[in-house]
T-cell receptor, first 117, second 117 residues
Framework: DQQVKQNSPSLSVQEGRISILNCDYT??????FLWYKKYPAEGPTFLIS?????DKNEDGRFTVFLNKSAKHLSLHIVPSQPGDSAVYFC????????????????FGKGTHLIIQP | GAGVSQTPSNKVTEKGKYVELRCDPI?????LYWYRQSLGQGPEFLIY????????DSGLPNDRFFAVRPEGSVSTLKIQRTERGDSAVYLC???????????????FGAGTRLSVL
């Protein structure tokens, strides 16, 4: 039973264009969502997060959108750069924002983003 | 500053042997997490420590897996009677802990690649 789903195993985007990575979740208790970026042989690196009380969070070239009614979030990267080529993981937490403590994250399977020159 | 450190980076063992994997979290982080990542999958939560105590060990797959954090800093994941199916990358993460989204951002180490022959 996958509670966090990333349905696109890979995505190819031309340099300079917008990359849109999608994530769906099924657990209504999730209240905090994070995106991580992973290069080969390295651990996941935190990119950006959003709490369930917001519908958008922006940090430089990265914007995350949350649609709670659809249980869907997306990560937009604009403009895409060659260094953005990596695997992107969507993760969710059920007590991560307001629940009085941290808990283990539930991850999707990841989307491999390839930026074409 | 120093990030999360995991040793060894690679571990090869034989079926039935005992292994220990070490994690040194970011200084000042009270929360520590262990995850396991198999090929083509996202990280899977194993156990979470708040200070010295295991706050949630619901992700440990069976009683061959055990983790400790005796002084609230370094943690060791212990696997007894290893099986070929235990082969994976074992990731450790730490966070500040406490309420508020920013305190629950988890920072990952590079992982230990365990191979059970």
């Amino acid at each position: 039973d996958q509670q966090v789903k990333q349905n696109s195993p890979s995505l190819s985007v031309q340099e300079g264009r917008i990359s849109i990575l999608n994530c769906d979740y099924t657990n209504s208790m999730f209240d905090y969502f994070l995106w991580y970026k992973k290069y080969p042989a390295e651990g996941p690196t935190f990119l950006i997060s959003i709490s369930s009380i917001k519908d958008k969070n922006e940090d430089g070239r990265f914007t995350v959108f949350l649609n709670k009614s659809a249980k869907h979030l997306s990560l937009h990267i604009v403009p895409s750069q060659p260094g953005d080529s990596a695997v992107y993981f969507c993760a969710a937490s059920a007590r991560g924002y307001s629940g009085g403590g941290a808990d283990g994250l539930t991850f999707g399977k990841g989307t491999h983003l390839i930026i074409q020159p | 500053g120093a990030g999360v450190s995991q040793t060894p980076s690679n571990k090869v063992t034989e079926k039935g042997k005992y292994v220990e994997l070490r994690c040194d979290p970011i200084s000042g982080h009270t929360a520590l997490y262990w995850y396991r990542q198999s090929l083509g999958q996202g990280p899977e939560f194993l156990i979470y420590f708040q200070g010295t105590g295991a706050a949630d060990d619901s992700g440990l797959p069976n009683d061959r897996f055990f983790a400790v954090r005796p002084e609230g800093s370094v943690s060791t994941l212990k696997i007894q009677r290893t099986e070929r199916g235990d082969s994976a990358v074992y990731l450790c993460a730490s966070s500040l802990g406490g309420t508020g989204g920013g305190k629950n951002i988890q920072y990952f180490g590079a992982g230990t690649r365990l191979s059970v022959l």
